[in-house]
């Protein structure tokens, strides 16, 4: 792909990229009703799935309409082929909810809501992460990141029916959402950057940079782009 910078045009940015995505879920909710309260509690078990491939190719960037013309190139990150790697998770999530009527008027709504994420993998323990404080690829297979344990999510609400009529009624409520990491995050992170060969080069590093790629063609073997997980992540939530 070429981008030329100041000129909204990309060149040769068709590249063949082939998920096959997987989901399996199970669910199950119970009601119950007593007196003044509704309560409502349930599970929520999935397994998400996805086989990447993502064929390598250079991304180059110009600098200006005559850099093109020149053929002196600012940046390129090359990649080779990545995948396929079938890569997986378990989601575990449990709530439980009550709306009690405390009023004729009022309603106030509390509960409580538990999600666990297992730490992905790949079916063939490819993924391999980068850790930082070695400056070393991770063992393949070996444990990139600890799940998170503590993702509860309290709920609280209230309404409130103004004129006792059903027909203004006002409420507010307070909520933590949890967002599990996509499984795209996952292979991105630990298969297409520290699998598969990737490297980035400029005209600061490799002066006289132009196309054919000669510093990459040639036998030079530059230094392999990486990239790193925290090892303690915490779940993203709003």
């Known amino acids: 792909c070429t981008t030329i910078n100041g ?9 063949d990229i082939d998920r096959t995505n997987l ?6 909710n ?18 998400r799935s996805v086989d990447p491939f993502q064929a390598g190719y250079p991304n180059v960037t110009y600098n200006s309409l005559a850099d093109f013309a020149a053929n002196r190139i600012f940046q390129v990150t090359a990649a080779s082929n990545g995948g396929p790697a079938l890569t997986y998770g378990w989601q ?19 509960g409580v809501r538990y999600e666990f994420a297992s ?8 993924s391999r992460g980068f850790d930082i404080t070695t400056m070393e690829l991770t063992a393949p297979g070996a444990q990139i990141y600890a799940p998170d344990g503590n993702d509860f999510g309290p709920r609280i609400g209230m309404t409130y029916d103004l004129l006792g009529n059903g027909r203004t009624v006002v409420g507010g409520g307070y909520g933590i959402y949890y967002q ?6 996952y292979f991105n992170d630990t298969i297409f950057s520290n699998i598969v060969f990737s490297t980035t080069l400029n005209q600061s590093t490799t002066p006289g940079l132009s196309y054919p790629l000669s510093a990459i ?4 073997t530059p230094a392999p782009n990486r990239t790193a997980i925290d090892p303690d992540r915490k779940t993203n939530y709003n």
Do not use: M
């Open 217 to 220: 063609t040639g036998g030079a």
């Open 7 to 15: 000129v909204d045009v990309q060149l040769g940015c068709l590249q």
């Open 180 to 185: 599990p990491y996509p499984l795209q995050s």
């Open 92 to 110: 575990y999530d449990g709530y439980v909810q009550d709306n009690w009527r405390i009023t004729n008027r009022a309603t106030l709504n509390l």
């Open 23 to 28: 989901g399996l879920e199970f669910i199950d």
């Open 30 to 47: 119970v009601s119950w009703f007593a007196g003044a309260h509704s309560v409502k509690f349930g599970v929520n078990l999935r397994r």
């Open 119 to 126: 730490e992905f993998k790949e079916k063939n323990n490819l």
